[in-house]
């Protein structure tokens, strides 16, 4: 999860392995765990590795 000046995002794997930025609200925050009550979906995949350097739309390589 990141932060900008709109507030908080992920960054998640879109069907076409590209990033897809999704805004996220949160329910609460305990130290460095938190709870997103809207913004991502059931069985999305977030974008941890690298997510610092994405922009929406980028070819993303899955590695296991």
């Not at 609460?28 to 590795?49: N, P, R, S, W």
Request: glycine fraction near 12%; avoid cysteine.
């Amino acid at each position: 999860m990141q932060q900008d000046p709109q507030g908080f995002f992920s960054w998640v794997l879109k069907p076409d392995h590209t990033a897809g930025q999704r805004r996220l609200t949160l329910a609460g925050q305990q130290g460095q765990q938190f709870a997103v009550e809207k913004g991502l979906q059931t069985g999305e995949q977030v974008i941890t590795d690298g997510a610092q350097r994405l922009r929406e739309g980028a070819a993303v390589q899955v590695l296991n």
